[in-house]
């Protein structure tokens, strides 16, 4: 059993070099790097458990000793391309990580089914058994996205203020020597969603697939295209799923702080950041103890709590104080819908796997059915206020099949998760739960053959519990809204977007910042490395 409960620690210090606000793996990110650097680093808490949205644990009252994520199912690939893993030496400190791929298998109902691979060509080879023109644009726009992946990705893994380091430039070169792949990607920066897919292909299987592989936002906006790049992450480096569940990654990050010296300490909520003059001096619990940072403090809560909430109000000045305010949750009118479910025996998905006649066991991959017709109508009913009806699947997968030791002995366990439901619904989530829950699940017992017949219990989690869960504003599990206008310098907001804020000694990090939400680590990274070059200034 994946154990986030941080072994017993001595009193919370009254004097520390940082103070970080937030144990999930970015806070923990930031403290390995602080500390192996040689600062004191105390990181402190409101929750029980560290690890925040990658927490794993028994939350079933009839199933003790199933074990769920959660959160987030795996580590995205910019996690792997962080290079956080082998930087920290996280195999010493027990993180086990098993690759899968591929990322994404689209069902339908017939029984047929197109897997997206790792390797392009291997899809494109499954999507010619549907569309031969089909297979020939699926290479054409793997080819353009692995041209903007090296920019792209070289971006994410620097300061989104300082963008040109060696990597950079390289990518631009390489761009550079094939204009004809980047010219063939003009449509992508300017089209909607739904649009570039209808143009772009003709069977339902794939735009399908990109529609629920990147579900962030109504798809008939313009410049909603964009949202398709994640198709190139997973194409650049396989998702990995943590042994132990995703909690491994938190937990093993936990003990390389302390074995830096760092030290986490958990049902330590903070209440406010105390300041003097334009520097910050203390972190104050909710018990009304003081801590007081020598070098600096780092927040990787929702940037919203910690602007709007932590900081004192007249901190910021009036322009700053307003785009603090204005950080959009809300602006896709979408959050969460989380279902667990423990299983007493192992769900079938022969039928589908009989048409592939192939050794994949679909148990083991984020699978998803709905058509791009019933995604996109779904996003136009949430922004109704409306509940979707079918609510489409993004991702429905058998963790236990990936790996065992998250269920017992001749059980399993069920996770799916849904982006595409309304976060100000006209119906209020406690009205509509046990119906959405019906719903969804007999859905997806066409699919995962038993699951309906092998139930012990369950777990329905909509915006509002994950927002009480995880201390979540509007249930955004991306801390702020994913739109095109809220990345790089811009996220969370223009002038807020470079880690430092204009309080010495105080930075932002966390899902809410450069550059993505996810398990990648990298915000946490980041904004370490921008507290350490300022100590050297």
């Not at 990580?97 to 994404?104: C, E, L, N, Q, R």
């Not at 063939?184 to 300017?190: C, I, K, L, Y």
């Not at 699947?393 to 030791?405: G, T, Y």
């Amino acid at each position: 059993m994946t154990s986030t409960t941080p072994e017993p620690t001595p009193a919370v210090p009254r004097e520390t070099d940082y103070v970080i606000i937030g144990a999930g793996h970015n806070g923990l990110t930031a403290g390995c790097y602080l500390a192996r650097a040689g600062h004191q680093v105390t990181v402190v808490e409101a929750s029980p458990k560290i690890g925040g949205m990658t927490v794993t644990s028994p939350i079933l009252e009839k199933a003790p000793n199933h074990l769920f994520n959660e959160g987030a199912i795996q580590a995205t690939g910019i996690f792997g391309l962080s290079g956080i893993s082998e930087e920290l030496q996280l195999h010493k400190y027990g993180l086990q990580m098993i690759s899968v791929d591929p990322a994404h298998v689209q069902l339908a109902p017939d029984g047929s089914s197109l897997a997206i691979w790792r390797d392009a060509s291997k899809t494109a080879d499954e999507l010619r058994r549907f569309s031969p023109a089909d297979a020939r644009a699926f290479m054409e726009l793997s080819n353009g996205l692995a041209q903007v992946m090296r920019i792209v990705v070289a971006y994410m893994k620097t300061h989104p203020l300082r963008p040109f380091t060696k990597e950079m430039f390289k990518a631009l070169a390489s761009a550079v020597c094939h204009p004809k792949h980047l010219w063939g990607m003009r449509q992508f920066a300017v089209a909607s969603q739904t649009e570039f897919l209808e143009e772009t292909f003709e069977s339902d299987l794939i735009k399908g697939a990109l529609a629920a592989m990147a579900a962030f936002s109504q798809m008939r906006l313009d410049m909603t295209a964009w949202a398709i790049i994640y198709l190139g992450v997973v194409q650049q480096v396989p998702n990995m799923m943590p042994v132990g569940g995703t909690g491994s990654l938190p937990a093993a990050l936990h003990r390389c702080l302390t074995a830096h010296g760092g030290t986490v300490h958990t049902n330590c909520r903070a209440e406010e950041l105390v300041l003097a003059g334009d520097r910050v001096t203390g972190v104050r619990l909710a018990n009304d103890q003081l801590i007081r940072p020598r070098k600096g403090v780092l927040t990787t809560c929702n940037p919203v709590i910690t602007l709007n909430e932590l900081l004192p109000q007249g901190t910021l000045d009036h322009k700053l104080s307003a785009r603090a305010k204005n950080i959009p949750l809300r602006k896709t009118h979408a959050t969460s819908l989380k279902i667990n479910v423990a299983l007493d025996g192992h769900v079938s998905m022969r039928r589908h796997e009989k048409w592939r006649g192939n050794d994949l066991d679909l148990r083991r991959h984020l699978t998803a059915w709905h058509t791009l017709e019933e995604q996109d109508a779904a996003w136009n009913a949430v922004v109704r206020g409306e509940w979707p009806d079918p609510v489409p699947v993004n991702c429905a997968m058998i963790p236990s099949a990936v790996d065992p030791s998250q269920a017992p002995e001749g059980g399993s366990t069920f996770y799916l998760w849904s982006g595409v439901i309304p976060v100000t619904p006209k119906e209020p989530w406690e009205d509509v739960r046990d119906k959405i829950g019906d719903s969804v699940l007999r859905d997806c017992a066409q699919y995962y053959e038993g699951l309906d017949s092998l139930e012990i219990d369950r777990a329905v989690l909509g915006g509002p519990d994950i927002e009480k869960r995880f201390n979540a504003p509007a249930g955004n599990v991306y801390h702020v809204d994913p739109l095109i206008t809220r990345f790089g310098p811009l996220k969370p907001a223009p002038g807020l977007g470079g880690y430092r804020l204009p309080i010495k000694g105080l930075y932002l990090s966390g899902a809410g910042t450069h550059p993505v939400g996810g398990v990648c680590g990298l915000p946490g990274k980041l904004a370490a490395q921008t507290a350490m070059r300022d100590l050297e200034n």
